[in-house]
Structure formats: structure tokens, C-alpha cells
């Protein structure tokens, strides 16, 4: 358990973000690997306290053209709550400081300050209708520590569907395995039900990309 005269909160992700490895390059600095993007890291380079699984009740579906994974997609949840949608998530005790930090290079490293305390009021909070992952969700507590994770502004049926690189994707794979322990043919049956997976991927392609 971490000092609780330390402000932490839980970070939690769903994407590629699920590799430990990748979401250390938020902390400490780096290039994720099959990314191009280099990340500047937190200001604070503690490596997070603890970290967990997390069933996240929000869609799970890729959208948007990232540079630093070959102009393809990358995952967002969905605005709308749904008890019966599952999405597999981790999540990373970290401080309220480098929880910021992450936000920011989630966004291109614009800085946009927020209120912890008015997101848990509101449940969401909009930093910035432009940036892909701006709108941070509060999705309740663990430990007493509130546990918080961001999406795209835009709801999820005005987005485009675009597939995830092979790069980005064996990322998530990695995390899946990483966090859960899944088999190759229960991380397939996840991932195929995906918008943005479900029309550009077959379940013998996802097992071929596993198995890699």
C-alpha cells in the first residue's frame, strides 16, 4: 500500500498501455516497441506502486490515424457505460503528478491542467475538444484511491472505425498476456468482437499474429 500522505490515484488503461513495458515509457521516457513515437516521460520517475487488473464496463474500439503506429488505429472506450460490455483493463498506481503527466503525452504534450477533485464530481471531464484522448473518466475507487482513465471526446458512433497496425496490436496482445494470463485463442475471441478489429481481421489471422 502506498503513503497515504502521498496523493496517488489509479490509472486505468485498456490499450496498448497494457504492456507494462510500453506504459513505463509515459514514466520514465522512451519508444515503445513498434512505435516511432518517442515519449518524454513524467516529471517524476517513480515506477508506479502497484498495479492490478481491472474489468472496465465501457466499448472497447479503434479509431483515428496514429502516426507513431503506422498511420493506423488505436483503441478508445466508449462514453457510454454498458454493465454488459467488457473490456479487459490494468490498472497502475501511480501520483496524481505523473497521472498528469501521462495525460498530457496522451495529448501531444499540450498541458492541460484539470481538477481532480471536479472529475470525480462530474464522472467526466473535458480538458480539450481537439486532443484524441482529453476526456478523463472517474470510474470509482480501489483502496480509497480513485481510479481514473481518459477516451476520445467524440462518442463512439460519430467516430470512424480504422484497424489497429500489427505493431500496436501485438502490444495489446502482449499486455493481455502479461495481465491475464490468456490463451492465444482467448485473446483472438476478445479482440475479434472490436469495432475496428471485427470487419479487418479474421480469427485465423489474430492467432497467426499471436503466435508471433
Same mark, same amino acid.
Given at each position: 500500500?502506498?503513503?497515504?500522505?502521498?496523493?496517488?490515484?489509479?490509472?486505468?488503461?485498456?490499450?496498448?498501455?497494457?504492456?507494462?513495458?510500453?506504459?513505463?515509457?509515459?514514466? &520514465?521516457?522512451?519508444?515503445? /516497441?513498434?512505435?516511432? @513515437? *518517442?515519449?518524454?516521460?513524467? @516529471?517524476?520517475?517513480?515506477?508506479? !506502486?502497484?498495479?492490478?487488473? &481491472?474489468?472496465?464496463?465501457?466499448?472497447?474500439?479503434?479509431?483515428?490515424?496514429? %502516426?507513431?503506429?503506422?498511420?493506423?488505429?488505436?483503441?478508445?472506450?466508449?462514453?457510454?457505460? /454498458?454493465?454488459?460490455?467488457?473490456? $479487459?483493463?490494468?490498472?497502475?498506481?501511480?501520483?496524481?503528478? #505523473?497521472?498528469?503527466?501521462?495525460?498530457? #503525452?496522451?495529448?501531444?504534450?499540450?498541458?492541460?491542467?484539470?481538477?481532480?477533485?471536479?472529475?470525480?464530481? #462530474?464522472?467526466? *471531464?473535458?480538458?480539450?475538444?481537439?486532443?484524441? $484522448?482529453?476526456?478523463?473518466? *472517474?470510474?470509482?475507487?480501489?483502496?480509497?484511491?480513485?481510479?481514473?482513465?481518459?477516451?476520445?471526446? %467524440?462518442?463512439?458512433?460519430?467516430?470512424?472505425?480504422?484497424?489497429?497496425?500489427?505493431? *500496436?496490436?501485438?502490444?495489446? &496482445?502482449?499486455?493481455? !498476456?502479461?495481465?491475464?494470463?490468456?490463451? /492465444? !485463442?482467448?485473446?483472438?475471441?476478445?479482440?475479434?468482437?472490436?469495432?475496428?478489429?471485427?470487419?479487418?481481421?479474421?480469427?485465423?489471422?489474430? &492467432?497467426?499474429?499471436?503466435?508471433?
Amino acid at each position: 500500500m502506498a503513503n497515504k500522505s502521498e496523493s496517488y490515484v489509479w490509472y486505468a488503461c485498456y490499450g496498448s498501455n497494457l504492456s507494462q513495458k510500453r506504459f513505463l515509457c509515459y514514466i &520514465i521516457g522512451g519508444t515503445p /516497441d513498434g512505435s516511432t @513515437k *518517442y515519449n518524454i516521460g513524467s @516529471k517524476d520517475k517513480t515506477l508506479p !506502486k502497484a498495479d492490478e487488473q &481491472i474489468i472496465i464496463n465501457y466499448p472497447l474500439y479503434f479509431a483515428k490515424r496514429a %502516426k507513431g503506429w503506422g498511420n493506423l488505429g488505436v483503441a478508445f472506450i466508449g462514453l457510454e457505460k /454498458d454493465t454488459q460490455n467488457t473490456t $479487459y483493463g490494468r490498472i497502475y498506481l501511480i501520483t496524481e503528478m #505523473q497521472f498528469r503527466d501521462v495525460v498530457n #503525452q496522451e495529448n501531444g504534450n499540450l498541458d492541460l491542467p484539470f481538477n481532480i477533485n471536479q472529475v470525480i464530481k #462530474q464522472n467526466s *471531464y473535458l480538458l480539450n475538444s481537439d486532443s484524441w $484522448y482529453s476526456n478523463v473518466l *472517474y470510474l470509482g475507487l480501489k483502496n480509497d484511491y480513485p481510479i481514473f482513465t481518459f477516451t476520445s471526446p %467524440k462518442d463512439m458512433s460519430l467516430d470512424n472505425f480504422i484497424p489497429p497496425s500489427h505493431e *500496436y496490436l501485438s502490444v495489446i &496482445i502482449a499486455g493481455l !498476456k502479461e495481465t491475464y494470463g490468456f490463451t /492465444d !485463442k482467448e485473446i483472438a475471441n476478445y479482440l475479434i468482437t472490436k469495432p475496428g478489429i471485427t470487419d479487418n481481421f479474421t480469427l485465423d489471422e489474430l &492467432i497467426n499474429l499471436i503466435n508471433k
